[in-house]
């Protein structure tokens, strides 16, 4: 259910959403929880948001951007230095727009293991969502390493039997291989129409992308990997608020210990584990 300033929501045909933003909109109006916003225009913001995420993981899915491990990681220099550890660190002469577009426009020249790709995947949302000058204001020193993020990304992760289109989920594979260790499991874009985008794996069902984890079990496992209740998103509030801060020339910010652990795609639960 949806409340706008503690009232029911109503449509408003003039907002002229799109199918995508539609469907999220239903399955809000339809879900066991409460989505409550203070004002309409930070429900239209979500909306927003959640199709950018949705439209950058279907173009990272149609890019010829790697799927690897950090050891093996691969940027394009002109925009980013590569760092020991397989992270992407922005040149100091390069705007942070520029940097996160690259990423889709040369998607040859780079390869990351698949917690790095939603990082990915939310600055690209936002960047469409909020345009390249506020971007650039937002997100400067840009460094993309695992679940590592600017915070005013207000990344947020929580336990839920529900999940909305955007939403990123985590596909646990708990007997996997050692030696892939790439394939312990999947962060994964649900998509609008249900299915599952994540780095390495295309656009799957959830029992295809199930499947595929099995496939790479270690030999005689017997535990079929599935998809956990985690849900990780950003905090949409707080980035609108945070936007409309910088417009009105915010200075200080808090900066996140930066935590090179070399384990190939971890849920965000786990990366806030080593921050602990």
């Known amino acids: 259910m949806i409340q706008i300033s503690g009232f029911p929501f109503q449509p408003n045909e003039d907002w002229q959403l799109g199918s995508i933003e539609k469907t999220i909109i239903q399955q809000m109006e339809n879900a066991p929880d409460f989505y409550s916003y203070n004002f309409v225009d930070e429900l239209l913001f979500e909306l927003k948001v959640r199709k950018n995420i949705i439209q950058s993981a279907n173009e990272m899915n149609k890019s010829q951007a790697e799927f690897t491990i950090f050891e093996y990681a691969r940027c394009n220099p002109r925009f980013w230095q590569l760092t020991r550890a397989g992270g992407f660190l922005l040149r100091p002469d390069v705007q942070p727009a ?12 780079y390869a990351f293991e698949c917690a790095t790709a939603i990082p990915i995947i939310y600055y690209h949302a936002i960047l469409n969502s909020i345009g390249s000058t506020l971007f650039n204001s937002l997100f400067r020193n840009l460094y993309i390493y695992s679940w590592h993020t600017d915070t005013d990304l207000g990344i947020i992760t929580f336990y839920s039997n529900h999940f909305l289109p955007g939403d990123v989920v985590y596909v646990n594979n708990p007997e996997f291989n050692r030696k892939t260790p790439q394939f312990r499991g999947v962060n ?9 985008f994540g780095h390495g794996f295309n656009i799957r069902t959830s029992e295809e992308m199930i499947q595929i ?3 790479k079990r270690e030999p005689g496992s017997h535990q079929s990997a599935y ?10 509030k ?11 020339g915010r200075a200080y910010k808090i900066h996140r210990p930066i935590v090179h652990h070399n384990k190939s795609s971890i849920s965000y639960v786990h990366y806030l584990y080593y921050l602990m």
């Open 188 to 196: 994964a874009v649900l998509l609008n129409d249900g299915r599952l």
């Open 98 to 109: 520029d940097a996160i577009l690259d990423i889709y426009r040369n998607s040859s020249l």
């Open 227 to 236: 998809i956990t209740k985690l849900v990780t998103r950003p905090s949409f």
């Open 213 to 215: 984890l099995n496939e």
């Open 238 to 248: 707080y980035l609108f608020r945070v936007a409309s801060w910088y417009s009105n």
